[in-house]
Nanobody, 123 residues
Framework: QVQLVESGGGLVQAGGSLRLSCAAS????????VGWFRQAPDKERVFVAT????????LYADSVKGRFTISRDNAKNTVYLQMNSLKPEDTAVYYC????????????????WGQGTQVTVSS
């Protein structure tokens, strides 16, 4: 069992930066891939980025490539999402999720989810 708690959301102007954190509790966190997803109002939850257990493999949605960076510190049981050059269309609730095995994009393959953190980007 893995419990996930997101933090770091907030209100930022377009062009600004935020760093989200996903803190995990439970055993063997370093055996899990962790992904970030987001859900805007009245839209489906979509994939943002994911990282494998070691941090050696990452995958990004095209919409965030070059602007967002996912990383992890297994000693701290934490995964980060550094978001730069933020745009109003990045506004959403951001969720982290964990799964055993490969770092992949489909949300349905993730077993454990946090409660989400709101990110609002003003124009």
């Amino acid at each position: 069992q893995v419990q996930l708690v997101e933090s770091g959301g907030g209100l930022v102007q377009a062009g600004g930066s935020l760093r989200l954190s996903c803190a995990a509790s439970g055993r063997t966190f370093d055996s899990y891939a962790v992904g970030w997803f987001r859900q805007a109002p009245d839209k489906e939850r979509v994939f943002v980025a994911t990282i494998n257990w070691s941090g050696g493999r990452t995958l990004y949605a095209d919409s965030v490539k070059g602007r967002f960076t996912i990383s992890r510190d297994n000693a701290k049981n934490t995964v980060y999402l550094q978001m730069n050059s933020l745009k109003p269309e990045d506004t959403a609730v951001y969720y982290c999720a964990a799964r055993r095995g490969y770092a992949v994009s489909p949300a349905t393959t993730y077993n454990y989810w946090g409660q989400g953190t709101q990110v609002t980007v003003s124009s």
